[in-house]
């Protein structure tokens, strides 16, 4: 009797144990987006979350739809006075955030028209006042130029505690006009051999107790 107690209760954990690998990552779907005063307002920042997206699952492989000024995408005038403009997203939440992901303009009749280099920033607060983590990412691809394209992803340094997230433009393509389609982010998991330990060590004490 005892024995097949514990089958029973062994069975889950190994399995469990075994198909760790397997485990994704959630998406985060922002609340609100902010833009900084660099962008042209046609519409609103809250293009960037949702509008034109043919499939969201996986997100690996999701594409989104070229779009136009004040539909589906956001965009600014590159120039001197567009040094840095940002955009401020409320993630609705806490966070440990592990992925970034980025679907550039991708202007039909020009492929030079997205963000090129852009820096993360993770605030616990909202406020970002200074001192906040922060990573960032260089001579990111451009669309190609078709009615719709996959997204770039990001695999980023896990940062705990996140509520907002900073998308900074440190440079863009050099396009006349800039934009982005479309942002999202992921919250980090486990490793797979970190888990597969974690269920094998309850597997382990289990096997101990019953003894």
């Known amino acids: 009797m005892k024995l097949n107690q514990s089958i029973k209760t062994i069975l889950p954990l190994a399995a469990f144990a075994l198909t760790a690998a397997s485990v994704n990552a959630a998406v985060i779907i922002p609340d609100s987006a902010t833009a900084s005063s660099e962008f042209n307002v046609n519409g609103s920042a809250s293009h960037l979350l949702g509008a034109g997206f043919t499939a969201l699952d996986p ?3 999701s594409t989104h739809e070229n779009g136009s000024w004040g539909t589906s995408v956001y965009w600014f005038s590159s120039g001197a006075d567009k040094a840095s403009p940002s955009i401020d997203f409320d993630l609705g939440g806490t966070f440990t955030v592990g992925e970034a992901h980025v679907w550039n303009w991708n ?3 020009d492929t030079n028209w997205g963000v090129k280099d852009f820096t993360l920033v993770f605030s ?7 001192g906040e983590a922060s990573q960032s990412f260089t001579n990111i691809g ?3 130029g078709l009615a719709s394209y996959t997204g770039e992803h990001f695999t980023l340094t896990p940062v705990a505690g ?3 997230i900073r998308l900074q433009v440190d440079t863009p393509t050099g396009g006349s006009f800039t934009g982005l389609s479309e942002v999202r ?3 980090a ?5 970190t888990t597969a330990l974690l269920g094998l060590g309850g597997l382990a004490l289990i096997l101990r107790r019953r003894k």
């Open 189 to 193: 998991v486990p490793e797979p051999t």
């Open 107 to 109: 202007a039909s009749n």
């Open 142 to 144: 451009q669309g190609t």
């Open 162 to 164: 996140v509520t907002h």
């Open 124 to 130: 616990t607060d909202g406020l970002f006042d200074g």
């Open 59 to 61: 997100i690996e492989t």
């Open 185 to 187: 982010f992921s919250e």
